[in-house]
């Protein structure tokens, strides 16, 4: 009888074993060592439940990175909220356990601004941000007093439209770009070194109806480098000492954007992200040193805020795939095709992305390519790395998931699976898997289309 499981026969290769693969220091496999549980929970056990591919996300890690962060930055600046960027992972789940922890919302659509409101979020805890604020969200983030960052002159004149429609004084925040020791994403809001962000508050204030109360800057992000973040406060507290003086006005806020790195290692990176991500201390002492020094020049005492995104969730979300094929590739070098791909792993366009088995092979490593299951020559989750020998029905853990990934995941091809909560309540679906209906209950087939069944 015919056998899907077959053993197949590979013809032997011979490979050449580095030292660094054989020795108990070999930094270059830490790959290879094995991972066989997320807090308590077996993958094993999880992908025989849930199936797989399947995204796994630990509670206590999501709480304990907020709680690192929050506690870093309100030991030195007691006035500090954060605002959880919604972009980088929206999961209702996620921006449900994070507000439990106090965050507010970062959002950049009516799309986001809709999930942060059914969570229960006021309107003055809502951080509206993004280049494109279509008029009825702009309304509705008026009405509820959310913190609008204004992005461009066009926005600002919808905003004096909408002051006058509601008949009140509508505050605003102003979105500024300025030149940093990292390239410059001038594509949001008004320049600094140019004179825009002063023009921007002239105009403003020359209204009557619209009131500047904060300035905000999200400099890039995945930014390693501390010292960034300490230009930004210093300029961006400049910037609002100033136009206090100049306009009469106080400065409620300084929003220092998202941007701090997380462990993962970018591509063109030698070192390891765990090695060269910065902690939120340093982070915290770039940012509110500086800060605390200026404050005396203020007319209140402004309020920091910051949208932490991938820094707070990365760690959190794990990505769990099982081996499907193995092959060699012409040049003779091992593949292995797995059953999530880049369309449940965007990031690894960016980042080597730290991929471990749930069994150890003793000291034997090969090199591998670790493909997804897309009908695409891109679809490469990892090249070159170094783990023990996997066959069809192998698992691998996917780390540091939580960031862009959820977001940008798409149905290419497959539809996407489900995603589960790992906490004291056990493994639960907080996303179910996605059904061939669920994508097309959407489209629309005009009855002209419609063949008739094929004789
Ligand atoms: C305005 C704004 N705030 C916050 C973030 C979150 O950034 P990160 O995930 O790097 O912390 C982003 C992401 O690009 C952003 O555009």
């Not at 999930?115 to 008026?142: C, T, W």
């Not at 070098?333 to 730290?354: R, W």
Request: one cysteine or more.
């Amino acid at each position: 009888m015919f056998k899907a499981t077959k053993d197949i026969y590979e013809r032997p290769m011979v490979t050449r074993h580095s030292p660094f693969a054989l020795t108990k220091h070999a930094g270059m496999v830490f790959d290879a060592m094995p991972f066989k549980e997320i807090d308590g929970f077996a993958i094993e056990g999880l992908l025989e439940k849930f199936g797989s591919p399947l995204y796994a996300i630990s509670e206590k890690t999501l709480r304990n990175k907020y709680r690192e962060l929050r506690d870093a930055f309100v030991s030195r600046y007691p006035n500090t909220t954060i605002a959880y960027s919604y972009k980088t992972n929206y999961l209702s789940a996620v921006c449900a356990i994070l507000t439990q922890e106090g965050a507010w919302a970062e959002v950049v659509s009516g799309f986001e601004y809709d999930i942060a409101e059914s969570l229960g979020i006021p309107g003055a805890q809502i951080v509206f941000n993004g280049p494109y604020k279509p008029m009825h969200d702009l309304a509705r983030a008026v009405e509820n007093r959310a913190i609008i960052n204004v992005d461009s002159f066009n926005e600002l004149y919808q905003l004096e439209e909408l002051a006058h429609r509601y008949n009140k004084t509508v505050e605003i925040g102003l979105r500024v770009n300025m030149q940093l020791n990292c390239p410059t994403w001038d594509k949001f809001g008004f320049n600094l070194e140019s004179g825009q962000a002063f023009e921007a508050c002239r105009k403003a204030s020359s209204t009557g109806r619209l009131r500047v109360k904060g300035l905000h800057c999200h400099a890039g992000t995945y930014l390693a480098d501390p010292t960034i973040y300490t230009n930004v406060a210093i300029k961006l507290a400049e910037l609002g000492i100033k136009l206090e003086d100049e306009f009469g006005i106080e400065i409620e806020f300084l929003d220092l954007g998202g941007g701090f790195a997380s462990p993962n290692t970018l591509h063109k990176h030698l070192m390891p992200g765990t090695t060269t991500c910065p902690t939120f201390d340093q982070y915290a002492e770039a940012i509110c040193t500086p800060l605390t020094r200026s404050l005396e020049r203020f007319v209140g005492s402004p309020r920091l805020i910051l949208e932490p995104g991938r820094s707070i969730v990365d760690e959190s979300m794990f990505l769990l795939t099982t081996v499907v094929a193995t092959k060699r590739s012409a040049l003779g070098s091992k593949v292995v095709i797995v059953d999530a791909g880049v369309n449940l792993l965007p990031t690894a366009f960016y980042f080597k992305h730290d991929i471990s088995p749930i069994h150890s092979a003793g000291m034997s490593v090969e090199e591998v390519t670790i493909c997804g299951p897309l009908c695409m020559q891109i679809d490469v989750l990892r090249q070159g790395v170094r783990l023990p020998p996997l066959q069809k029905g192998s698992v691998l853990v996917i780390k540091n998931t939580g960031a862009y990934n959820f977001s940008q995941s798409m149905q290419f091809i497959f539809t996407r699976p489900g995603i589960v909560l790992l906490s004291h309540n056990g493994a639960e679906y907080v996303k179910m898997p996605e059904s061939t209906q669920d994508i097309r209950r959407l489209e629309r087939v005009p009855k002209r289309l419609l063949v008739k069944a094929r004789k």
